[in-house]
């Protein structure tokens, strides 16, 4: 449901483990998911990218995961690095009857915090 | 890499005065929205965008908000007479292309909006 997002879920891990920062969303006509990052002070920047005839997606150390059953995205983080610590927002949209001009819907975002 | 630029980086304005936010979009997109961030809340929608006329437009883009490209490279938000709850992060973003084609939205480093 909707959160005022004063409490966004948190991710504590050690530099050089692997992420996993999960997404929920509910509108099942969405077709098309971006994975954000946002460090302080600074704008979302765009992490990668799934369409919804896809089930995953590799980039350089991220993967993308769609679940389009249980309506679940996930992105993961190989070799996790303190660079990589920042507020993760998956957003997702929707072009069901042409009526969608690229409005995103964000989630709520989960921060993550690598420790060194 | 080409990015989104926004100016000024924070605006303190009187509330009831009208305040505009500047954006430059990545040159050759063709796609422009405006987002909104309150303090610990998610990323909003505003507009978008397009081909010099609003695609779409969220509930918050009231009367009080108006969107223009004035040239070939600003694209601003103006908000005619501020209140206490216009108070956030404003992000201006682009994509190459919207709708159908599922492109990604790159993102500004916002402007900070504070009313008084």
């Known amino acids: 449901g909707e959160s005022v997002g004063l409490h966004l879920p948190t991710l504590s891990v050690q530099e050089g483990d692997n992420s996993i920062i999960n997404c929920a969303y509910s509108n099942s006509a969405s077709d098309y998911f971006i994975w954000y990052k946002q460090e302080s002070g600074k704008g979302p920047q765009f992490i990668i990218d799934i369409r919804s005839n896809m089930d995953k997606r590799q980039g350089q150390r991220v993967t993308v995961l769609l679940n389009k059953t249980v309506k679940h995205l996930s992105l993961q983080i190989a070799a996790t690095q303190p660079g990589d610590s920042a507020v993760y927002f998956c957003?997702?949209?929707?072009?069901?009857?042409?009526?969608?001009?690229?409005?995103?819907?964000f989630g709520q975002g989960t921060i993550l915090t690598v420790h060194p | 890499e080409p990015e989104v630029t926004q100016t000024p980086s924070h605006q303190v304005t009187q509330m009831g005065q009208e305040v505009i936010l500047r954006c430059v979009p990545i040159s050759n997109h063709l796609y422009f929205y405006w987002y909104r961030q309150i303090l610990g809340q998610k990323v909003e929608f505003l507009v978008s965008?397009?081909?010099?006329?609003?695609?779409?437009k969220s509930e918050i883009f009231d009367d009080q908000f108006s969107v223009e490209r004035p040239d070939g490279s600003n694209f601003t938000l103006k908000i005619r007479s501020t209140k206490l709850e216009d108070s956030a992060m404003y992000f201006c973003?682009?994509?190459?292309?919207?709708?159908?084609?599922?492109?990604?939205?790159?993102f500004g480093d916002g402007t900070r909006l504070s009313i008084l």
């Open positions: 973003a682009s994509s190459e292309w919207g709708g159908y084609s599922n492109q990604p939205q790159h």
């Open positions: 965008f397009y081909n010099n006329e609003i695609s779409e």
């Open positions: 957003a997702e949209t929707s072009n069901a009857g042409g009526t969608s001009y690229g409005k995103l819907t």
